[in-house]
């Protein structure tokens, strides 16, 4: 079972979380899931960003900077992104059943 969550993005989650490429969307039966992407203050796709949801897994973001989080409860979570260069972020993100979240995460570089 896959979930659509971005006309922008057009990608769907398999049943472990894992982003493929998309095709038809589920109209209705949306389970809370997280789908995002990273770039650098220039607007540059960052791949190889560490992407830590508190209390669950870590993902790593594509070439394209894209990550996802699937199957997830109703909660507020927090995301922490890290990379080599790059300063540290952390978003809290609160999900509602049925709803999934679009973040764009934009990191700055180490000084």
Known sequence: MGVRLSKKYQLLYNDYGEIRAGSDPL???????????VT?????H???????????????????????FANLEEDTY???????GY???TL??????GEGKDVRIEMR???
């Open 40 to 44: 650098d203050t220039k607007g540059n």
């Open 92 to 97: 809290k993100i609160m999900l509602k059943t």
């Open 46 to 68: 960052l791949e190889s960003v560490r992407l830590k949801l508190k209390g669950k897994n870590t993902r790593v973001s594509d070439a394209q900077g894209f990550f996802g």
């Open 78 to 84: 927090s995301i922490t992104a890290t990379k080599v």
């Open 27 to 37: 109209a209705k039966d949306s389970i809370p899931s997280i789908l995002g992407s």
């Open 109 to 111: 570089k180490s000084e």
């Open 87 to 89: 300063k540290k972020i």
